[in-house]
């Protein structure tokens, strides 16, 4: 088992709409949970991370984090075309900082 | 945010040639990067953490003598990968954390194509 399972999609959606992206865990020493967005052979870039079970919000995206079932999640509101990328979810074990990232979903919002 | 610089972008090599990939944070001192791997449509794999002063250490799998690893200052972390084969064609990112936070700064990977 992986310990981090995400759906690799893709996920075609119409500009506007919500997006709901999702991951399960199942290792309990992440301390830290983040989101990351990689376009077309391009480096990660950081959008958010979380430390505790609840929500954080930054201007249209929402992450969720319930670590009782080990499920994150984040959501775009008002999506746009060129949120159109790879969405990597990732467990951090803060003794070591190593990041285990989810295989990825692929989004496209189509104009 | 920081940045994390990577180099070369891309590269070609012939197979059983050796191939340096640099890993530079430019505005920040990393006593620890990270350097991953990525086939396409494939989600990063954890190749090995890079120590500055030190041995690196590998993930499980990863042979440690084809992928020669140096972090010689604590902005330079330095991959080889030695005796290229067509299979070690890949995607190879870097990471780097400032001041030990849970942020992790990626640079923008290389690209390598062994023919």
């Known amino acids: 088992q992986k310990e981090v399972e995400q759906d690799p999609g893709p996920l075609s959606v119409p500009e506007g709409a919500i997006v709901s992206l999702n991951c399960t865990y199942s290792n309990s020493a992440f301390q830290y949970f983040m989101w990351y967005r990689q376009y077309s052979r391009k480096g990660p870039e950081l959008l958010m991370y979380t430390y505790s079970s609840g929500n954080k919000e930054d201007g249209r995206f929402t992450a969720q984090v319930d670590k009782s079932s080990k499920y994150i999640s984040l959501f775009i509101r008002d999506s746009q075309p060129s949120d159109s990328a790879t969405y990597l979810c990732a467990g951090l074990m803060d003794s070591s900082y190593k990041l285990i990232f989810g295989s990825g979903t692929r989004l496209l919002v189509r104009p | 945010g920081a940045v994390v610089s990577q180099h070369p972008s891309r590269v070609i090599c012939k197979s059983g040639t050796s191939v340096k990939i640099e890993c530079r944070s430019l505005d920040f001192q990393a006593t620890t990067m990270f350097w991953y791997r990525q086939f396409p449509k494939q989600s990063l794999m954890l190749m090995a953490t890079?120590?500055?002063?030190?041995?690196?250490?590998?993930e499980q799998g990863v042979e440690k003598d084809k992928f020669l690893i140096n972090h010689a200052s604590l902005t330079l972390s330095t991959l080889t990968v030695t005796s290229a084969h067509p299979e070690d064609s890949s995607f190879y990112i870097c990471?780097?954390?400032?001041?030990?936070?849970?942020?992790?700064?990626f640079g923008q990977g290389t690209r390598l194509t062994v023919v």
């Open positions: 890079s120590n500055e002063g030190s041995k690196a250490t590998y």
């Open positions: 990471s780097a954390n400032r001041d030990m936070n849970t942020e992790a700064f």
